[in-house]
Every structure is written in structure tokens, then in C-alpha cells.
């Protein structure tokens, strides 16, 4: 077993939240393709994209809790392999029915994939040691939306889109022996009322009666959400309205990741000077102005990849200075009930995010704007949520 508060474990934890994004990218080049192979609509397929949004966010209700009953180890073991199973039933599906089920169900295991790492640092650390060692994370988590779309079109152009999902099982059985032989469990005591209705709804009451905690939760919600709105759109955006093949657009996509490597140096460098609330304000402006950019652009009818690229490029390296420093500050606070308050986190995050793509989805229209609308006002919802909540809170509490 690798010790607690390892580097390794760090990466461990960081490889087994990249599940998320590479389950997400790494069949974005193949969206339009997949259209015709399973006799579907452009709706249709973009559906396999929401309903997981809103699966992993219902289910993100309960994984923390599982994991505080539990333990860490135990619950991410069965996740992976539901995670596993559902991945391949994905790579088997023939209709596009077969594939939103298996979609939902592959979201339901990912939710506690996604829920678990950031309770096991919230074990480990506080404040901005936990900051420190979520930028870490991400910057692991990053790597995954960078490869998984050039990946991504390689498996499609050379073995077709079941190939996506198939290389996401085999990724699926990595972790799980990563986390068996190697990830050590961190709560120290399981709580055998983690499960309990009245326990868990007194659990969210507390952390929702704290203003700086919704604060929190809704300036993340609102960086997912113009992220998750990117992903929705852009494949279809890329490679149909910009005619931009599927490797092409892979790059592209590839080019915007490489924004949270920027943005993770930059937190990384920032956050011992300036603290958790400066770095994550000036992110959140960063992230209006970019998302004010793409729309404005794309309502000017400016239909150039780097129009959309380079202005979420610059939100990405934002992002990354928002979620992880504003995860740590809304979980500090609650460390016997951190798993708890990073399911309920995770779930009004990923909800707002699901429908953000979603109506990415509906409002389809051939063009970038319905896109590049959603990811503006994502951006202005960030920075309002943490102006609005966590600065007048912080500016409310008396001084010692």
C-alpha cells in the first residue's frame, strides 16, 4: 500500500478522477459519426451526453455517503466495476437507446469515482495543503481531456467508435487494481449512520445553511457548466459547421486542455501569495471575459476555430483556478462529514452543468452562438455566485 499522504497516492487519486473527462472526450470526435451508424439524430446522440450529466449527478447524492458507511477503498472497488461492465455494454450497444441506458449507468459507478478522491484529500488536508493537493490532482486530471480526443480519433478512424468505449473499460480494470493494491483507506472510523435519511438531510441542512459553502458550490457549478456546455457543442460545432474533420477537431480540443496546465502552474504559483478568495475572484473575471469573448465573436458570425479555441482556452486555465481552491474552500469546514458535503456538492454542480449542456443540445441550431451563449453566461454566473455569496459573507463576519 502506498502511504497516505504520498505523491503517488496523489496520482493515484488524480488518474481516478481523469475517468471522468476521458469517458466524456474520448467519443466526442466520433459523435457526428455516430449519428448514421446508429440511426440517429444529432438530439439523440447529444442525449448520451446529458443523461450521463444527470446521472452522475443524482448519483453523487449517495456516494458520499456509501464511501463515509462504508469506506473509501471499498466503495470505489464495486464503482470500477459497474463502471467496467457498463463500459463495455457501451462498446456492444446497436441502438441508441442500448446506449443512453448504458450511458446512465456507467454515470451512476462514475459519480462515486468522481465523489470519493476529493473526501480522501479532505481526510488528509485542510485549507490550502487540500488546495495544494487538488491542483495536483487536476493537473493529472488534466492530461486526460488533452490525449483522450486525439486518442479518441485515432480509435475511430482506425477501429470505429466501439473502440472509445472498449478502451475505457480496459482503463475502467487499471484502477481498479490501482486502488486494490495501492490506494490505503483514509477514514479513520466508518459512520454506520452515513446512510441514514434523518442523518443525511440534518448533513445537508447544515452545510446548506452556510452561505460561503452555496457560495462555493455555485462559482464551481458555474465554471462546469461553461465546460460541460463546450463539451456538448464542439464536436458538432468543429467538425459540421466549421467542416473540420474528426482529428482536427481532436487537436483543437486538445489545444483548449493544454489551458489547465497554464492555469494550474499559474494557481499553483498564486495561491501561497495572494490565498484561496483573491486567486479565485480574479479567476472568475477571467472566466467572464472569456466567455463574453466566444459569444461575442460568435454572434458577430466570426466562424474560425480559433474564435472558439483561444477564448476557451483562457477559461480552461480560469477554471483551474477556480474549482479546485473553491472545492477545498467550501469542504474545509466539514471534516466529519466531508463525504456528505462533496456529494451534495457534486450534485448541484453537475445538475446545473447537465442542464447547461443540455440546452446546448436544444437550441442546436448549425451555428457556434447557442454554444458560445451558454459558456458566456456560465462564466457570469461564476463570478456572480462568488461576488454575491462568499464575498459578502467573509465581508459580514466580524473581524477578531
Known amino acids: 500500500m502506498l502511504r497516505p499522504d504520498s505523491r503517488a497516492t496523489t496520482l493515484v487519486l488524480g488518474a481516478l478522477i481523469a475517468i471522468a473527462p476521458l469517458s466524456m472526450d474520448i467519443y466526442l470526435p466520433s459523435m457526428p459519426s455516430m449519428t448514421g451508424a446508429l440511426g440517429a439524430t444529432v438530439d439523440e446522440v447529444q442525449l448520451t451526453i446529458s443523461v450521463y450529466m444527470f446521472g452522475w449527478g443524482v448519483a453523487q447524492l449517495f456516494a458520499g455517503p456509501v464511501s463515509d458507511r462504508f469506506g473509501r477503498r471499498p466503495a470505489l472497488?464495486?464503482?470500477?466495476?459497474?463502471?467496467?461492465?457498463?463500459?463495455?455494454?457501451?462498446?456492444?450497444?446497436?441502438?441508441?437507446?442500448?446506449?443512453i441506458a448504458a450511458r446512465f449507468v456507467q454515470a451512476?459507478?462514475?459519480?462515486?469515482?468522481?465523489?470519493?478522491?476529493?473526501?480522501?484529500?479532505?481526510?488528509?488536508?485542510?485549507?490550502?495543503?487540500?488546495?495544494?493537493?487538488?491542483?495536483?490532482?487536476?493537473?493529472?486530471?488534466?492530461?486526460?481531456?488533452?490525449?483522450?480526443?486525439?486518442?479518441?480519433?485515432?480509435?475511430?478512424?482506425?477501429?470505429?467508435?466501439?473502440?472509445?468505449?472498449?478502451?475505457?473499460?480496459l482503463y475502467g480494470i487499471a484502477a481498479w487494481v490501482a486502488v486494490r493494491f495501492g490506494l490505503p483507506e483514509t477514514v479513520r472510523?466508518?459512520?454506520?449512520?452515513?446512510?441514514?435519511?434523518?442523518?443525511?438531510?440534518?448533513?445537508?441542512?447544515?452545510?446548506?445553511?452556510?452561505?460561503?459553502?452555496v457560495g462555493y458550490m455555485l462559482t464551481i457549478a458555474g465554471a462546469w457548466s461553461g465546460l460541460f456546455a463546450f463539451l456538448a457543442g464542439s464536436a458538432f460545432v468543429f467538425v459540421e459547421t466549421l467542416g473540420r474533420g474528426e482529428r482536427a477537431f481532436s487537436l483543437y480540443l486538445g489545444f483548449v486542455?493544454?489551458?489547465?496546465?497554464?492555469?494550474?502552474?499559474?494557481?499553483?504559483?498564486?495561491?501561497?501569495?495572494?490565498?484561496?478568495?483573491?486567486?479565485?475572484?480574479?479567476?472568475?473575471?477571467?472566466?467572464?471575459?472569456?466567455?463574453?469573448?466566444?459569444?461575442?465573436?460568435?454572434?458577430?458570425?466570426?466562424?474560425?476555430?480559433?474564435?472558439?479555441a483561444v477564448p476557451m482556452f483562457?477559461?480552461?486555465?480560469?477554471?483551474?483556478?477556480?474549482?479546485?481552491?473553491?472545492?477545498?474552500?467550501?469542504?474545509?469546514?466539514?471534516?466529519?462529514?466531508?463525504?456528505?458535503?462533496?456529494?451534495?456538492?457534486?450534485?448541484?454542480?453537475?445538475?446545473?452543468?447537465?442542464?447547461?449542456?443540455?440546452?446546448?443540445?436544444?437550441?442546436?441550431?448549425?451555428?457556434?452562438?447557442?454554444?458560445?451563449?451558454?459558456?458566456?453566461?456560465?462564466?457570469?454566473?461564476?463570478?456572480l455566485a462568488f461576488r454575491l455569496l462568499v464575498r459578502s459573507a467573509v465581508a459580514a463576519t466580524p473581524s477578531r
Open 108 to 169: 451512476l459507478s462514475m459519480a462515486t469515482v468522481a465523489v470519493v478522491p476529493r473526501a480522501v484529500v479532505r481526510d488528509l488536508h485542510a485549507g490550502e495543503k487540500a488546495a495544494h493537493m487538488l491542483s495536483t490532482m487536476m493537473l493529472v486530471l488534466g492530461i486526460a481531456p488533452v490525449l483522450a480526443p486525439v486518442l479518441g480519433a485515432e480509435l475511430h478512424l482506425r477501429f470505429g467508435w466501439r473502440a472509445n468505449f472498449a478502451f475505457v473499460a
Open 314 to 383: 483562457v477559461f480552461m486555465g480560469a477554471y483551474m483556478g477556480t474549482v479546485p481552491q473553491s472545492t477545498a474552500g467550501a469542504l474545509t469546514p466539514y471534516p466529519e462529514i466531508a463525504g456528505s458535503a462533496a456529494s451534495l456538492m457534486s450534485f448541484v454542480q453537475f445538475s446545473i452543468a447537465a442542464t447547461a449542456a443540455f440546452v446546448v443540445g436544444v437550441a442546436w441550431d448549425g451555428t457556434p452562438r447557442p454554444m458560445a451563449s451558454a459558456i458566456g453566461a456560465a462564466g457570469a454566473f461564476a463570478f
Open 189 to 213: 472510523q466508518t459512520d454506520p449512520t452515513a446512510l441514514d435519511p434523518r442523518i443525511m438531510l440534518a448533513n445537508w441542512r447544515r452545510v446548506l445553511s452556510s452561505r460561503r459553502y
Open 77 to 99: 472497488l464495486w464503482a470500477l466495476v459497474v463502471y467496467t461492465l457498463a463500459s463495455l455494454a457501451c462498446a456492444l450497444a446497436h441502438d441508441v437507446v442500448t446506449l
Open 257 to 308: 486542455s493544454l489551458g489547465v496546465f497554464a492555469g494550474t502552474a499559474l494557481a499553483r504559483r498564486a495561491l501561497p501569495r495572494v490565498g484561496l478568495e483573491r486567486l479565485i475572484e480574479s479567476s472568475t473575471r477571467v472566466m467572464v471575459l472569456a466567455g463574453a469573448t466566444m459569444a461575442l465573436l460568435a454572434w458577430l458570425d466570426v466562424r474560425h476555430p480559433l474564435a472558439l
